[in-house]
């Protein structure tokens, strides 16, 4: 159905495949960042507060958004960060207070 949007309000549980998808504000030991999919999920589990971000529209395949595979706060902890999985990843980075995407390099390749 065109023009029909879902948004997300809770993620339920946590499904952390590995360290890599989770990460701890460096200031604020209560505020959590993991990977859901496509979304990184900033949780205040004192407050149990959470908020969602996906990766720009450009970093999908398809029709479908790219699996995030990791997730870390920057040292000083205003930004979070995020790469998807891939051939040719991608790196984003928001804002821990704004969630505004700041940085985004695609088509990284590894060797």
């Not at 549980?13 to 209560?30: F, I, K, Y």
């Not at 996906?54 to 790219?66: H, M, Y």
């Not at 790196?91 to 695609?106: A, P, S």
Request: glycine share 8%.
């Amino acid at each position: 159905m065109a023009g029909v949007g879902i948004e997300l309000s809770r993620v339920l549980g946590c499904a952390v495949e590995r360290p890599t998808m989770l990460a701890q504000h460096p200031s604020n030991p209560t505020l959590l960042a993991y990977s859901v999919g496509c979304c990184v999920v900033l949780h205040d589990v004192q407050a149990d507060v959470q908020r969602f971000t996906t990766a720009p529209s450009g970093a999908r395949i398809g029709e479908r958004a790219r699996r995030m595979s990791c997730v870390v706060f920057s040292s000083c902890g205003t930004f979070v960060a995020a790469a998807d999985v891939g051939a040719e990843a991608s790196i984003f980075v928001w804002r821990v207070d704004t969630l505004k995407c700041t940085c985004e390099r695609q088509s990284l390749v590894f060797e």
